[in-house]
């Protein structure tokens, strides 16, 4: 082989490498971005966690990408060790689907309009709808389909590239001489592995093997220990994708090793002992690009029916291999954020991780404001400062959730997924500012202890109606958006106003006993302090419920769309204030 048709085999490689990524993004973002999210949802079984992990990695076109994600699941917390290697040998079995498409570079024409089932005809074709449909569409899923094509056409240029560049290597003795070689079964295991690993993917190099059967020099032979090699030089992108995981997500890939490792062994042993018991007469029959596409598969499929049943054995032979590292004594560490940085690739996944992740951060938030209320009934030290844990905890949530979320801005995102994005970007922040009122909330209590203030009954007997319709308010925002329920928004509204109507009211009657010396001025700052903090509290919970409501009706004018929503003041909200100003109406002195 020449320097150019070197330099042309290391071109069609690129290019190839290239169809298959672009072509597997563009079949991922036609999906909706959702195939991950259902990865990790449901693989509540073996059997799913298998048909799942195959039809998805035959659709993303790589295993090592489904099980770096798999990796990421395990390593947040999404997914069990055992869950993740049912779904890892499903994505072994549907990476072989990249060698069937690949036969389709050596699709055959004819004379006159047959032609056009030849490669050259199909995929120019494809690459011309492609190019169609990714320049003169205005529809973003046109475009998908419009890289599905393209990534498509170029798999199938780099293919067609590749068997060319090697076409000369027919006639050549040292080559010839070098694949008899390879029909050891170490070395070509040992070549297959190694080459693999160098390429970083087990597809490229079935393509090649696939090109190399075009010369008419490979047969059975050599190709099936190349293969067993393939499978486990595979694994290698997946250990490097397990760097800085913790020992679960280290688990994780060296069980896609442990299983292509068996797998190449068992599938090898049983096929060389029946071989020296039966002496196969096709061993160095030459094979077609189809015999690799069939072999590749066959050898796949084997693996995974064997090693099925012995999930539990091989979780058990990966802990072995993986220890837990000895604890030591440390101080008590802040609660885990786990943001898995390997899901940002991932918009659907990294949002779905973001929306809990949120949901843990509103719970502190309503934990926090709970216990501000109760240091105003009953204040003790120890509540004072879990309060102030809490406002750090919330404050720690929205700086990880802020610059996690920021990096998914870059990608390319759907229009629900951008509009999540903006939910949760705004949800945050207002949360982490509810969490700073309740700390606000406890310093007042504490001030209160320290100098030894307290209110009158009728001042107490107001707090207490104001801080219950704090409570609900928080309660109500947060259960609106855990559970993403919008009935539930619509009622935060309503009652924002009605807290808003009762902070007014009782500043009315704290003036009136200030000037009946009912009150003093200390009281008064301290009073009022209360008051503005709980009304903040009630306008962050309503940024909240807004955004919600914005997105189901396609808005964008928080302000605006308040401002409607109190002059139109329709039937539901109005019969949900009155409900709320029954309920925290208070009685005149």
Not at 28 to 50: F, M, P
Not at 76 to 95: E, N, R, W, Y
Not at 342 to 349: E, S
Request: include cysteine; glycine fraction near 8%.
């Amino acid at each position: 082989m020449g320097l150019l048709n070197l330099i042309s085999l290391l071109a069609g490689l690129a290019l190839f490498l290239y169809g298959i990524t672009l072509m597997g993004d563009g079949l991922n973002l036609v999906a909706g971005n959702k195939l991950e999210v259902v990865l990790y949802r449901l693989t509540s079984s073996r059997v799913r966690g298998i048909l799942l992990g195959t039809v998805v990695t035959a659709v993303i076109q790589s295993s090592s990408a489904a099980s770096v994600m798999c990796i990421g699941f395990v390593n947040a917390g999404l997914m069990q060790f055992g869950q993740a290697v049912s779904v890892i040998l499903g994505s072994i079995l549907g990476t072989s689907i990249t060698g069937w498409i690949i036969c389709l570079s050596h699709v055959e024409g004819g004379s006159g309009w047959v032609e056009l089932l030849s490669t050259a005809a199909i995929t120019g074709l494809v690459a011309i709808a492609g190019i169609i449909l990714r320049k003169f569409s205005k529809k973003v899923i046109h475009h998908h389909i419009g890289d599905i094509l393209m990534g498509f056409a170029v798999l199938m240029f780099g293919m067609s590239t590749m068997s060319a560049a090697v076409e000369p290597l027919r006639y050549s003795s040292e080559f010839l001489n070098l694949m008899v070689t390879l029909s050891h079964p170490l070395l070509g295991f040992l070549v297959g592995a190694s080459f693999t690993a160098i390429i970083q993917s087990s597809a490229a190099a079935v393509g090649i093997l696939q090109a190399l059967s075009l010369t008419g020099a490979l047969s059975f032979a050599e190709a099936f220990p190349l293969l067993l090699g393939i499978a486990v030089g595979g694994a290698l992108p997946v250990l490097l994708g397990a760097l800085g995981a913790n020992v679960n997500g280290v688990r994780t890939a060296v069980a896609h090793l442990v299983i292509d490792v068996i797998g190449a062994l068992l599938c090898g042993c049983v096929f060389y002992a029946l071989n020296a018991m039966l002496h196969f007469s096709f061993l160095h029959s030459e094979v077609t690009i189809v015999d690799v596409a069939a072999m590749n598969t066959a050898f796949r499929l084997v693996t995974v029916l064997l090693l099925a049943p012995f999930i539990g054995a091989i979780e058990k032979l990966t802990d072995l291999l993986v220890r837990q590292p000895a604890s030591t004594p440390t101080e008590p560490e802040l609660t885990p954020i786990r943001l898995e940085e390997r899901f940002v690739r991932y918009p659907a996944l990294a949002l779905e991780q973001s929306h809990l992740v949120i949901n843990e951060m509103a719970m502190l938030v309503k934990e926090s404001i709970d216990g501000a209320a109760a240091l105003q009934e009953s204040y003790s030290e120890d509540g004072y400062r879990a309060v102030c844990g809490l406002e750090e905890q919330v404050d720690r949530y929205e700086d990880a959730l802020g610059s996690y979320l920021l990096q998914i801005t870059p990608t390319e995102l759907t229009t629900e997924q951008n509009e999540n994005l903006h939910k949760f970007l705004h949800a945050i922040t207002d949360f982490e500012r509810i969490s700073d009122h309740a700390r606000n909330l406890a310093e007042s209590a504490k001030e209160m202890q320290d100098k030894k203030l307290e209110f009158s009954q009728v001042a107490e007997y107001e707090l207490r109606v104001l801080r219950t319709a704090v409570s609900e308010i928080v309660e109500l925002t947060i259960r609106a958006f855990v559970e993403n329920d919008v009935s539930l928004a619509l009622q935060v509204e309503p009652l924002e106003e009605v807290i808003d109507g009762l902070c007014d009211e009782m500043r009315s009657h704290h003036i009136d006993r200030l000037q009946r010396g009912i009150s003093t001025l200390q009281h008064g700052f301290v009073f009022n302090d209360l008051l503005t903090n709980y009304e903040r509290v009630g306008d962050h919970c309503s940024n909240v419920a807004v955004a919600m409501i914005e997105l189901q009706h396609d808005l964008f004018d928080t302000h605006e769309y308040i401002d409607s929503l109190k002059s139109i003041k329709d039937a539901a909200f109005s019969e949900n204030y009155e409900r709320f100003r029954e309920t925290y109406g208070i009685q005149s002195e």
